[in-house]
């Protein structure tokens, strides 16, 4: 037996003990229930690793189980099963994953026992959490959190280039290791320290920027903020002073917010968000597509950049309703004045795709992973002059290139 745990919620019972005898045979503990009270009570017991989820069920739906695994903020793998079409199954499976579920498949009525052992088998255990709250204070005390830069490419100009950066945050733990943010953000909002644990981030990528801009090397960078601090009115005027007091102009920092954060508490997001831009700092709309904004929301919103999310990106190329949502998100982008930067590229295919329909900026592995400071120094430099030994910045200072004939990233001056 493996530690792995299955929870089914469907109506028929039949799909229920298939499901769970399954799992059994495959060395999982399975269980099944047939109504949501049943489903909420056994959730909080059984602890399961992996969720079995009919959308069509007489009590309540599959988006209302969502919702409530949501709320509980569950880590659990998730299988949507129905013999409804594959379109509203795959809307269903799309809200999951904007609602940060790890939604894992999409099983159709009747269920294939082989694809049934294949969900199975894919399923990982969740990560047992080793880490508490008092552990990130430490870790925000001890600068133990530092920032990673993943490369943004300008795709407008005759050769691309490397135009900035996002800033993601990572934990260098004495014993664990570098820790990515998937194991420590949730904490931290659960905990109330994102909005200082966000500052010290803005305080750490202006150091740096400043490192970089005194040998002569200037370039936006982008920071996220979490929907937990976009009720704080004091927000612009701190980060502001951060941003002066680390001697970089508000103008080099593009704030990101997703979607889903602006909307839930959208007075006090416009407010906080204007004066933002007031001060003079860039706005960045981020996983745009995913998330539940009118047009009448997202005019009022003062951004001036948005990114398509990487769901409808990496599709793109062999999906056509995915390509016509690429193209559609761009063209409301221009209508509104706005910067395009699509999100999650890892092909040429998908690279030469956003060429073709005029994407002005793209982000993603095929450009590069999330570099440290030396390293994307090393890339903008493009081996001109010779870099410091501790890796913040370089003599000279030339723009990246993307090498469209040689290995994905490699850069040419």
């Not at 030469?352 to 095929?366: D, H, P, T, V």
Request: with cysteine; aromatic share 6%; glycine share 8%.
């Amino acid at each position: 037996m493996n530690n792995s745990r299955v929870l089914t919620i469907d109506d028929e019972s039949e799909i229920g003990e298939l499901i769970s005898d399954t799992a059994v045979a495959l060395g999982f503990d399975g269980r099944y229930v047939c109504d949501f009270r049943a489903f909420r009570d056994i959730c909080a017991s059984f602890d399961p690793t992996i969720i079995f989820i009919d959308l069509q069920m007489p009590d309540v739906d599959g988006i209302e189980i969502l919702n409530e695994l949501h709320r509980l903020g569950n880590r659990a793998d998730i299988v949507l099963i129905s013999g409804y079409n594959a379109r509203v199954l795959k809307s269903a499976r799309d809200l999951g994953i904007s609602k940060g579920l790890r939604v894992l498949d999409i099983l159709t009525k009747p269920i294939d026992i082989a694809d049934l052992e294949s969900c199975l088998n894919a399923s990982a255990p969740v990560e047992t959490e080793i880490f508490d709250a008092q552990d990130i204070a430490e870790g925000i005390a001890q600068k133990q959190f530092f920032p990673r830069f993943q490369p943004k490419l300008s795709l407008a100009a005759p050769v691309d280039t490397i135009i900035g950066a996002e800033a993601l945050i990572r934990w260098r733990h004495p014993v664990h290791g570098e820790v990515p943010p998937v194991r420590f953000i949730a904490l931290a909002e659960k905990a109330g320290l994102i909005g200082e644990l966000t500052e010290y981030m803005l305080s750490a990528v202006t150091a740096q920027m400043r490192a970089w801009q005194e040998r002569g090397f200037e370039i936006e960078i982008a920071v996220n903020l979490s929907a937990m601090t976009l009720n704080d009115l004091g927000l612009p005027d701190r980060y502001a002073k951060i941003v002066r007091e680390g001697g970089i102009e508000p103008s080099k920092i593009i704030l990101e917010v997703t979607e889903s954060a602006v909307m839930t508490n959208v007075i006090d997001a416009v407010e906080i968000l204007t004066r933002f831009r007031l001060k003079g700092f860039g706005l960045s709309i981020d996983d745009f597509g995913t998330g539940y904004s009118s047009l009448v929301q997202l005019y009022r919103m003062p951004f001036n950049e948005l990114k398509i999310d990487r769901a409808f990106v990496g599709k793109a190329p062999g999906d056509r309703e995915a390509a016509k949502i690429v193209k559609i998100i761009l063209n409301l982008a221009r209508e509104l004045e706005m910067s395009v930067c699509a999100e999650g590229v890892e092909t040429m295919e998908t690279l030469e795709f956003l060429r073709s329909i005029g994407c002005e900026k793209a982000q993603g592995y095929l450009m590069g992973k999330p570099l440290l400071a030396s390293e994307f120094a090393e890339r903008c430099a493009a081996g001109c002059g010779e870099v410091v030994s501790d890796g913040v910045d370089a003599p000279r200072w030339h723009r990246g290139r993307l090498n469209r004939a040689g290995l994905p990233g490699d850069i040419l001056v």
